[in-house]
């Protein structure tokens, strides 16, 4: 039975969701699975934009054929080789013999490496900008490598003013019906997680993402389609994604606040944390979020040291190196071009000071990760004597969010 949205007289979506994966790449916790988005216009000639993951290949088959009925596919353009959207190309190819596969050259070396499919005879290799016409549509694609993968490209409609965004401006989530951004709240109940998508799934190809955006930035929008989530067709809410990714791929925090994230085995290093952001509310400042490293999945952590503007890491010796989980939060967060922030660093140096010089040479491997203050030092508990010591902290931190 198929389950298909009408976005336009000549344009479909097709696209299933799958609310039982657990993890996106079998790394990222999804609490509300994700769509798989895929698009098919109807011209003189038919269209598939990208197909969906093989789990979901037969629901994504029977929206085709009730939008298709008895006409046959003539494109289908794959501006994305990762399996969660190529995952269907041989099954659609089979049911399409007559079907050109739209890609460029390295989205077949990328195809070739995955499948043993041999569709040579159905390449249609275009270049950057190169253009194919439907009959009414013309579609113009432009290369975006490493935007998220290095063979991906983005198709722009230019009779309708469609961007087929590949992953770009992608969610975490199944939508539930309302496939509009404009007919959710999108800022209440999904911004969140399309930062966290945005940061580990693309962010550390900030520069990239720039180059795209110099490529496609005179371009008119009048509708996103994304890979993952909703559609963005109001001027409200394709300038929000936009000014998002703009924020986000220039490294730039959305806002002046701080984010205390914490190893703690005991509570001790808790409790410090516990008195900095006290001190901080007392102070009136409002934008305080605070995570337990080995509670939280680092990639809400890491999305939200890249929303705010000041973070402060505390952090003990294990085994004489740095806490496991913080080591792994601190190099999974440079990965993700974590930079331009001031950091407070907190070291709870039981056993001796070495965590402490790990932290330094992973900030100082970073771009622009400048402490706002000397590092707060505590052996094993905090002693009544040091509370000072928190209050210099907090003074030194409030004073570079003045
Ligand atoms: Fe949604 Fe990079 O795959």
Partial sequence: MHNTVQISDTLFWVGTGDRRIPRFENIFPLTSGVNYNSYLIIDEKTCLIDTVDADVTEQFVDNIEHVLGDRKLDYLVINHMEPDHCGSIERISQLYPEVKLVGNAKTFKFFEQFYESDLTDRYHVVKDKDELSLGNHVLRF??????????VMVTYDETDKVLFAAD??????????NLFADEVNFQRDWLDEFRRYYINIVGKHGRNVQQLFKKIGDLEFKMICSLHGHIYRTPE???LVMDKYQTWSTYQPEQQGVVLVYSSMYGNTELVMNLIASRLAKA????????DVSQTDASYIIAKMHQYSHVVLGFQNYNTTMYPKMDALIREALLTGFSHRKIGLVCNSSWGGKALKEMQDYLASGTNLETFTEPLSLLSALKPEQESQIDDFVQALLESMA
């Fill in 142 to 151: 432009y290369l975006a490598p490493l935007v998220h993968w290095p063979e």
């Fill in 168 to 177: 770009v401006f992608g969610n975490f989530g199944v939508t539930k019906g």
């Fill in 237 to 239: 809410d394709i300038k």
């Fill in 284 to 291: 009136g400042i409002r934008e305080i979020d605070m995570y």
